[in-house]
Every structure is written in C-alpha cells, then in structure tokens.
C-alpha cells in the first residue's frame, strides 16, 4: 500500500459551498495520491466542475479492471447532507485503506448539482434541482433577497384573502386558516420581486421546476404526467453526464445515492409492486437494506411506500431506483439520511402517521421546542422582522431556513454518515470477482504445450448481479482467449471462450494446445464485466 500523507478531516461545523468542496476534495487527493484522483464528470451548466473521486489502489491494476461501486449526492439542491455523507465515505476509505482497494474501484461524485446546491448553501432559498427563469412570465414572484441579508426567507403578509392565521400557540408559525378563524389573516410567499404585477392578488410563483430524480432514462414520463421531468431523459446537462459516466463503465455492479427526507433506507421499486421484480432479487434487496439499518437505525422502506400513511402508493417516473433496477441490473439503494424533524426525536414512523393538519401544527411544534430548549444554537429559523416590500407594501420578512429544515442537524452527521459508510463496505464486499487460478503450461510432445487455467468467480454477486441484469445486454458476459506470444502458435480450434455469466463462488476449466520452442507462449486474459478485467503471461 503506498505511503500517504495525514488524511485531513472533514468538517461538520457547516455545509459546504463550492469553494470549500473543490478546497476538501483536493486535499484528500493529495493527501493519498497513490489511493485517490480527484477528476470530474462534467460541466455545470453555469460551468462548475462535477468533481469525481476514484478511489483504488492503482498500485493493483487500473479502476477500468476492477469491479466498480458509484456513490452519488445532493442531486436535488438543498439537500447537502448527501455531500457530507459522500465525501465522509471518501476519507474514511483513504484513511483506514481496506483491502477491498486492491481488488475494486470506488467512484463517488459527492455534488450532482453544484450549481443549485450553491444557491441552496449561499441563500437558503428553496430549489428542487433547477429552477428555470430564462423565460419570465408576468404576475409571477422570483425568488429574491431584498432585505439585504444575505438569505432568501418567507414573507408573510395581512390579507382579507390570505389562507393562514398566527398558530395561537407560537406566533412564529403559520397554520391553515379553517371556516371558524379569526384574523388576522396572512397570505405566505417566498422573498423575491413580482415580475410585471398588475397589482391583483394573482400571483404565481415563477420559474419551471426540475426534479433531477425524475430525469433517470427507465420508465420516463413527460410533464405534466411526471413533474419536474424536464424535456427528455437525461435532458440536464448534469445528468447526462452521469448517465454517460455509468454507461461507459461496465464494471459497475452497484449504486448508492443519498439525499434528505424522512430517515430512511429506500430500496426498489420506484413504481408498482414488490412482485413486479425477481422473487430472489427482493430476498437480496432486504438482506442489504437490512445492513443499512442495523448500521443506521432507520427503517427500509421500498420507494413507492415512502409516504404518509392515509396516501396512496406513490409512482415515481424516471426515477432512480427504477433505472438502476430495470435498466442497469443492479442492487440500487438510497439513504434518506433524515431532516431536522429526525433531528429533533420526531422519527420517520411518527411523521409517516401525521394524517391532519392539527397533527403537523403538531409536528411543527414539537420541532420548535426542540429548536428553543438547544438555546437555537441551529440556524434554523430566522425571527419575522418588518419590512416595507417595493411593491406589496409592508410585510415580515423570516421564517424556516430551508438549507437547514431539509436537512439533519450537522453535529449528527457524523454518526449517520458512519452508518452509512459501514453500509457501503458490506454491500461492496460482495462485488463480484473474476480471477484466473491453477494457470499451468504442461509439455504434451514435442514443442506442444496443453494451457490450463480455472477462470473463477471468487465473489458473492454473480458477474450479472441481480437475476434481472441477468437478460440485460448492458451487463458483459465473461470473456476469455489466450493470445499466443510471438513465435508461438495456437493448434486448438478456438482462441476464445464465452463463458455466459458466472455465478458467485463458481469456476470452470479452460485449455488450449499452442506450438512454441520458446521460452513464453502467451496471455490468457479475461474480461469479466462487473467482476473486472485479468490477465496473466504463461511461460514454461
């Protein structure tokens, strides 16, 4: 194993910007320049990088020949745990050096979206992945700091029309207004300008919303059907070049991506049923999500359960765990590494059960205390502060900050993102691994030489993964031939074995017949797919 440098320590003090991301990355690749290169997917489309870390030790072989494992983050904006957790994944690899390194490659791009997580960060306004204001329509409000304080917050407003009223309870919070309520009543909006407002109270929130989960290329839908899909699969500049970033890899035998929502371990589907998948592959996906639980503590849930408990079953288009599953043939999870609601004691179970608006005044309120008796040590939520808007008069000005409501408490990060990272070292042990074993070269007469060799599958995941990769033409079949050196000459009929795919802890014999009165007859090599790339010279 090469000799490195301290690997630095990543900070929970704050969310990353941009600047402090690239600043992170380039540490740890220098800090372990025999283990890791910090590279890039791709370009933003405002022209940021989509910072890459391969993580190997290229001392054994090129992380094109070794069996791969993707880990992806905050690809929806504000939720910046998902680079935490990423980039925590990253260090503790280089600073604890498994032995896996030797034998498989590590790819993680921490920040899909660095363009609409730096909005999140720097503002705290609110973004699902991309917001699109290149078309302005009248009548609509855009997102804008017009206090001057450096965030985008809420306004709250006294209107006869508005549909919220003060909860009696903690006036910081606004609840529904009911048939029976007495005013004030407020109308809510984000903090920003109308754009070519008549003055009437038709105001739209502007700007086309894009939900990069949706963008995934199985089982697409176009808006309005799905929203937030975008134009085509794959149509955001980022996304494309994830999707190429995968495709191009074959090696690729699994995928983990974070975000934040209810504290979770989601697994397929993202759409239908359980029994639209392979019996087995279900057995499989709840004995690793089960890992993620035990390591983590939160429940696995399959994608379309992932709702309140009075909602339908939700079906997601183009979403990532259909893609992974169905298009790519892969074991596919995400952590849902939770909000500050889990933060504050309010568990995934108990928020799942909120059924009525009276019990999420509740939620709500539970959370605010929570917040009051930390002495709000949290930048949570900013104190409603008068303002006279340029065009809707006076107002208030404050509210949730979403950069951190969306989000869990960074000083328990640390510990979720551990979970996590002791999740991925188990579901990675199991990576399919092709190796040659019992090579020998045996005189059989003359300058004839019978070559042996076992090609062997010593890992746990067959080379097609899941049952269902079994029938995707994506997933590479084993490949063996023996290249005869110069001089030699092959005297069997074939060169070449295809071997189909091979399951876990399985072998099989190989030979070939070569002519040679030197010293070195060949090369068998193998290409195994998800099991990674082999070859090894044969001599007398």
Request: net charge neutral; with cysteine.
């Amino acid at each position: 194993m090469p000799d490195n440098k301290t690997v630095p320590e990543l900070s929970f003090k704050c969310f990353l910007n941009y600047h402090e991301l690239t600043e992170i990355l380039e540490k740890l690749a220098d800090s372990s320049p025999g283990l890791c290169r910090l590279g890039s997917i791709g370009m933003s489309r405002q022209g940021r990088k989509i910072h890459l870390l391969t993580i190997t030790n290229f001392e054994t072989g090129t992380p094109e020949d070794k069996p791969a494992y993707l880990i992806h983050g905050n690809i929806h904006a504000s939720e910046l745990a998902g680079t935490h957790a990423a980039v925590y994944t990253a260090r503790q690899l280089l600073a604890e050096k498994p032995g896996l390194l030797d034998r498989m490659v590590f790819y993680i791009v921490p920040r899909i979206n660095p363009d609409g997580a730096e909005f999140a960060v720097t503002t705290s306004g609110r973004i699902r992945s991309r917001s699109d204001e290149t078309e302005k329509s009248s009548n609509s409000l855009y997102q804008q700091d017009i206090d001057g304080n450096g965030l985008i917050l809420s306004m709250r407003q006294e209107h006869p029309e508005g549909s919220f009223i003060k909860n009696p309870l903690d006036p910081r919070l606004m609840i529904r207004r009911k048939f029976d309520s007495a005013g004030p009543y407020y109308r809510t909006l984000p903090e920003g300008l109308i754009y070519q407002w008549d003055g009437s109270n038709n105001i739209r929130i502007g700007g086309r919303t894009f939900d990069w989960n949706r963008n995934w290329s199985y089982d697409w839908r176009p808006e309005p059907e799905q929203g937030g899909a975008g134009d085509f699969p794959f149509s955001e500049p980022e996304m494309r070049a994830l999707g190429e970033f995968i495709q191009n890899r074959s090696n690729i035998f699994g995928i983990l991506g974070y975000h934040t929502g209810p504290a979770a371990v989601l697994r397929p589907p993202s759409t239908g049923k359980d029994a639209d998948m392979d019996e087995g592959d279900v057995l499989m996906m709840d004995e690793l999500a089960g890992i993620g639980s035990t390591e983590t503590g939160f429940p696995v849930i399959p994608v379309v359960k992932y709702h309140r408990k009075n909602r339908r079953d939700i079906n997601l288009r183009g979403h990532f765990h259909n893609f992974g599953y169905h298009h790519l043939g892969l074991f596919v999870f995400e952590f849902e590494l939770g909000t500050i609601r889990n933060s504050a004691g309010i568990s995934t179970e108990e928020y799942f059960s909120v059924t009525s608006e009276k019990q999420e005044e509740e939620v709500m309120m539970k959370l605010m205390k929570w917040w009051d008796g930390r002495k709000q040590n949290i930048p949570l939520f900013n104190d409603w502060k008068k303002f006279d808007h340029p065009q809707l008069g006076p107002l208030e000005i404050g509210g949730l900050l979403s950069a951190y409501s969306s989000n869990p408490a960074l000083e328990y990060l640390e510990k979720i993102s551990s979970g996590t990272y002791k999740f991925t070292l188990e579901h990675a042990r199991r990576h399919p691994r092709i190796v040659i074993e019992e090579l020998s070269a045996e005189n059989v007469g003359g300058e004839i030489f019978r070559i042996r060799a076992r090609i062997a599958n010593r890992g746990a995941f067959p080379t097609n993964v899941t049952n269902n990769g079994f029938k995707l033409s994506r997933l590479k079949t084993v490949q063996v031939e023996f290249c005869p050196a110069r001089g030699a000459k092959l005297v069997s009929m074939q060169s070449q074995f295809h071997m189909g795919h091979m399951a876990g802890v399985s072998s099989r014999m190989v030979e070939w017949f070569v002519a040679s009165g030197d010293k070195i007859l060949g090369k068998v090599s193998v290409k195994g797919g998800t099991g990674g790339n082999i070859s090894r010279s044969v001599e007398i």
